[in-house]
């Protein structure tokens, strides 16, 4: 059963840029959630999508961003990047969470210059 | 008060030791609770999860709930140097709309 896959494993962006990430939950999960992880803050939650509807939002600006799809693989996007933005993006799913927990994918590692 | 605390740490047990690992959470409310690992670089992978009051043991680990207390912890008994890593309380906290809150983990060294 293939695990929790996310896209890009690295990036390195300019401040200012927007940037988009990519995550596929492991299949029949409809539950995603996505969390930012620095050495300094631990993981913070973004937000939570369950069945295409965020269902809750973690206390980041509004240039986070999120979706999701039908197949219930899920995007988040960054606009106007700054240099604080530099963290591990880690995605996590789940059949119920608050039965089973959350299993997370590798994350993806963004770079803001 | 944080949503979920741990104890930052560095905790540094010697080979064989048990390690004790404590968490507590701000919502009374609260159901269920998960601990996980995370080694260096990688992301974390959930090795235990509790919802009663007490102790469950699952080989090495045992998770204690004390929903009274606010409080829930890990023991690893007869530590190994594989064990060494980051270990994260979280929370599935239902004055958030059962918003999942993680700890900002505890970091264990066995050494040996």
């Known amino acids: 059963k293939a695990g929790v896959t996310q896209t890009p494993r690295y990036l390195i962006k300019t401040r200012g840029q927007q940037v988009t990430l990519s995550c596929s939950p492991i299949?029949?999960?409809?539950?995603v959630s996505w969390y930012q992880q620095t050495p300094g803050q631990g993981l913070q939650f973004l937000f939570e999508?369950?069945?295409?509807?965020?269902?809750n939002k973690g206390n980041f600006p509004g240039r986070f961003s999120g979706r999701q799809f039908s197949n219930s693989r899920s995007e988040m996007n960054v606009s106007t990047l700054e240099l604080g933005d530099s963290a591990l993006y880690l995605c996590?799913?789940?059949?119920?969470?608050?039965?089973?927990?959350?299993?997370f994918g590798s994350g993806t590692r963004l770079t803001v210059v | 008060q944080k949503e979920v605390e741990q104890n930052s740490g560095p905790l540094s047990v010697p080979e064989g030791a048990i390690a004790s690992l404590n968490c507590t959470y701000s919502?009374?409310?609260?159901?269920?609770f998960f601990w996980y690992r995370q080694y260096s670089g990688k992301s974390p992978e959930l090795i235990m999860s509790?919802?009663?009051?007490g102790d469950k043991e699952d080989g090495r680990f045992t998770a204690q709930l004390n929903k009274a207390s606010q409080y829930v912890s890990l023991l690893i008994r007869d530590s190994q140097p594989s064990d060494s890593a980051t270990y994260l309380c979280?929370?599935?906290?239902?004055?958030?709309?059962?918003?999942?809150?993680f700890g900002t983990g505890t970091s264990l060294t066995v050494i040996p």
């Open positions: 996590a799913s789940s059949l119920r969470r608050e039965l089973y927990g959350y299993t």
């Open positions: 299949s029949g999960h409809r539950s």
């Open positions: 999508y369950f069945s295409e509807t965020q269902r």
């Open positions: 919502d009374r409310g609260s159901q269920s």
């Open positions: 509790i919802y009663s009051n």
């Open positions: 979280a929370v599935n906290l239902s004055n958030t709309g059962n918003q999942f809150y």
